[in-house]
């Protein structure tokens, strides 16, 4: 019975392995290869076409990823996401947003991938349930139900790691890029000139959301929209109340020189706030560190001669 159950986790990590390879394979990487095989398809819409097209091409010229493993991984697609409640899709693809991943992340993708965590979850607390013959009927159900939230929590997990770490980059880079911008302002360069400058010489999260908005405006969004859709991908106040003050300084007109001073000045001392609040942390923060490895060997250190001489003059 043990084997049954081993070969069944086997067989199901290998189905994993397989459909990531399947999706590093055959998959698009991007939306530009998106958008090209899209115009591929509208180019050979034609029926007259296709079957021409069909007569002259051999069916072993075509790739096996393309012939087997694509149709496949679109039937398991679609079959799983069947299953998956559409506010869990938009949860994963807000997330993926903040992250920072939507152009190389699929939410359908990462939404398979959340059915599968549930399931090598609801499994492994299965065989865990099945091997112990000493728990009740209620705690074997309690057991499942826990192996199954934790393996549908932890890709969410997952991500909220990501943008913990992505936000925390934002929020070190934000005074360094307002400072350079405040700079370039004053010395007679416009607001989209001086963010392309630092664009060019810089690397970062939210030098990344800078291009990202510069890409906008040039396209034909203004620079309100383009503004407030980077505020939205940060998903921090300290970027909202940069994007506010820049969007009220266009509209009334002020000088955007004294707007990006205030803010940079506004921002260096949030910037220090925080730092002290951490350092406020760290005495709370260090007593558990303490109290596991640091006291244990001091009251070894002091206690245990004193209770060694103790008990050699207690023997007789």
């Not at 394979?25 to 095989?37: A, G, H, S, Y």
């Not at 997330?95 to 992340?105: D, M, S, V």
């Not at 707007?259 to 000045?265: H, N, P, S």
Request: aromatic share 10%; net charge positive.
């Amino acid at each position: 019975m043990d084997n049954l159950w081993i070969a069944l986790l086997g067989g199901i990590v290998l189905f994993i392995i397989l459909y990531i390879l399947i999706i590093a394979v055959t998959l698009p990487k991007t939306k530009v290869q998106q958008r090209l095989r899209f115009f591929d398809i509208q180019a050979g819409s034609n029926p007259a076409r296709n079957q021409e097209a069909r007569k002259n091409t051999n069916m072993k010229d075509i790739p096996f990823g393309e012939r087997v493993l694509k149709p496949l991984y679109k039937k398991l697609e679609n079959t799983f996401l069947k299953l998956t409640p559409l506010a869990i899709r938009q949860l994963l693809a807000e997330k993926i947003l903040y992250a920072g991943r939507q152009h190389k992340w699929n939410v359908n993708t990462v939404t398979v991938c959340w059915l599968f965590s549930m399931a090598a979850g609801f499994v492994l607390a299965f065989i865990f349930v099945s091997r112990q013959g000493q728990y009740i009927y209620i705690q074997k159900v309690i057991i499942l139900l826990l192996g199954l939230f934790i393996g549908g929590y932890i890709p969410f997990s997952v991500l909220n790691i990501l943008i913990g770490q992505r936000q925390q980059t934002i929020l070190r880079q934000l005074p360094e890029v307002l400072d350079l911008l405040c700079v370039s302002v004053q010395a007679g360069l416009s607001f989209d000139a001086s963010l392309a400058k630092i664009v060019e010489r810089m690397k970062g999260a939210f030098v990344e959301e800078c291009a990202k908005m510069l890409r906008d405006v040039r396209m034909g969004m203004t620079r309100r929209m383009a503004l407030q859709n980077m505020s939205a991908r940060c998903n921090l106040q300290e970027v909202y109340l940069f994007v506010t003050a820049i969007i009220q300084s266009e509209r009334l007109g002020t000088s955007m020189g004294k707007t990006l001073t205030a803010q940079a000045d506004n921002m260096r001392e949030r910037r220090m706030q925080s730092v002290k609040a951490q350092a406020l942390k760290a005495p709370i923060k260090i007593i558990f560190p303490l109290v596991l490895f640091i006291f244990p060997a001091l009251f070894v250190i002091v206690l245990l001669p004193p209770l060694l001489s103790f008990t050699q003059n207690m023997l007789p």
